[in-house]
């Protein structure tokens, strides 16, 4: 086994490989917050005042507008940051693993759910992952060899990271804790802390862009932190997708509970780098999930702002794996790794549409099918904004972004009006409920109009379209 590790062509191989798992998830609908990204580039009188602090994301999907819009080519930007953030990391954690162990961390972030979803989304992550791995690539560089080009690499890493999310800074706390537990790393603090400091001089308009748009914290954020953890450990293992039924209960507690005991050995195989993945874990959790004890900071919804941790995660993974002495009980273990996580990694390309973020795809061809020029289609928008990607014609015209339970008073007249609610309920949601048993409310039928059918679009996140025709009494 460690022979084919060490071939010259083994990483590209699985760059390869994850390159092409990634493309095929790109195939998936859009969903809300990818639509999100997808207006604020092409048309900013749908999507209306946006208040991100990030923007990497939109200016990436901008040149692609009129050009290639279907999901998977506006994604593929995003899956070239995702090979590149896994190669970086690789090649960064050899400098505290060897060759072989590396080979096993990139096979892991090939095939990983969390990271082939995350990082091929429409959104800020795959330049999170790719700012993050830079950095972390430059700053052990520059532990080794204090050189200008090494700075330079990270003060670069550190500003990508932060400009596309602010958790990044989690992670540039384990650096200074690693530099100073690490005695090359304190030959440099000052270095990295003058380089810190152009960062911050660099950061000064997104900063000033944050204090002038005022966010606040996003209100569906719920306090939970117990829940939290173990979305948190779910989530580095599994990804994002949670099924129905015994089996795979089974394979949650097959994966979890090996991963668990290869990561906790990782962590007790005193190398020289496992303080550094040490803290890359368990920091950025502890600083994310205690806050949530009091403001609503952090949830199971929210691991994603973790992203950048999970690398750190399967290097003592892969760490656990290599202290296992015995080589054939190591390939078989391995072997068995692969397969659990390939396994939790399927439904996300054959039954997307039962688990999903929501067939955002489907309710825009019924719509386009059913619906009369003269018609109204009233939406919140998180339901409204993924059905306006999948339209992008004259009919996007006919919506008016509202919740139906807030219909407009200057609702323009109309023979007839679609309600368009969705069913907006997370994977906790969806495990306690009968499969698709649960639908979104139908709102009450506005003044002077009857309800004529209503139509669910079926998944974890249901769509109903409800019909309502003027009533001439």
Not at 149 to 175: E, R, S
Not at 208 to 222: D, F, H, Q, S, T
Request: charged fraction near 15%; glycine fraction near 8%; charge should be positive.
């Amino acid at each position: 086994m460690g022979r084919v590790f060490e071939k010259s062509w083994f990483l590209p191989a699985v760059l390869v490989v994850a390159g092409l798992l990634r493309v095929a998830a790109g195939f998936r609908p859009l969903w809300y917050d990818e639509a999100v990204t997808y207006w604020q580039a092409a048309d900013a009188t749908v999507m209306g005042p946006a208040k991100n602090f990030s923007v990497l994301h939109v200016w990436t999907v901008f040149p692609l507008i009129g050009r290639f819009e279907e999901p998977w080519m506006l994604r593929l930007p995003f899956i070239l940051m995702s090979l590149a953030s896994i190669l970086l990391f690789v090649l960064a954690a050899r400098h505290f693993m060897d060759r072989n162990t590396a080979s096993i961390l990139a096979l892991l972030l090939a095939v990983s759910p969390f990271h082939v979803y995350y990082s091929s989304e429409l959104r800020m992550y795959a330049y999170v992952l790719l700012g993050t791995s830079l950095a972390l690539y430059g700053l052990l560089r520059a532990a080794e060899r204090d050189a200008w080009g090494n700075w330079l690499l990270y003060f670069a890493g550190v500003w990508i990271g932060l400009a596309a999310h602010l958790y990044t800074a989690f992670l540039i706390i384990v650096h200074g804790m690693y530099l100073s537990t690490h005695p090359a790393g304190r030959k440099i603090l000052k270095r990295w802390l003058a380089t810190l400091g152009l960062v911050m001089v660099a950061m000064t308009p997104n900063i000033l862009y944050a204090v002038a748009i005022k966010p606040e914290l996003i209100p569906w954020v719920e306090g939970r932190p117990g829940v939290a953890l173990l979305g948190t450990v779910y989530s580095f293992v599994m990804g994002l997708v949670f099924l129905q039924g015994w089996s795979w209960l089974v394979l949650v507690a097959a994966t979890v509970g090996l991963f668990g005991v290869l990561f906790l050995r990782g962590i007790l195989t005193r190398d020289r780098g496992w303080l550094l993945r040490f803290f890359g874990v368990v920091v950025p959790s502890t600083l994310a999930i205690l806050p949530s004890f009091w403001v609503r900071s952090y949830n199971e919804q929210t691991t994603r702002y973790l992203l950048f941790s999970q690398p750190f995660f399967l290097a003592s993974v892969a760490v656990g794996l290599m202290s296992i002495h015995r080589s054939r009980l190591r390939a078989c273990i391995l072997a068995g790794a692969m397969l659990l996580l390939v396994s939790a990694l399927l439904p996300l390309y054959s039954q997307w549409r039962e688990v999903g973020m929501g067939n955002y795809d489907i309710a825009a061809a019924r719509l386009r099918t059913q619906a009369q020029p003269g018609d109204i289609i009233l939406s919140g928008r998180k339901a409204g904004l993924p059905i306006a990607y999948y339209l992008r014609d004259e009919m996007v015209r006919q919506m008016i972004f509202a919740r139906p339970s807030e219909i407009p008073a200057n609702l323009p007249p109309a023979d007839r009006i679609w309600f368009v609610s969705l069913g907006d309920r997370s994977m906790l949601d969806f495990v306690g409920t009968r499969k698709n048993g649960l639908t979104a409310d139908r709102p009450s039928a506005p003044p002077g109009y009857r309800l004529v059918s209503t139509e669910t679009v079926l998944g974890r996140k249901p769509l109903t379209l409800a019909l309502y025709e003027r009533w001439w009494d």
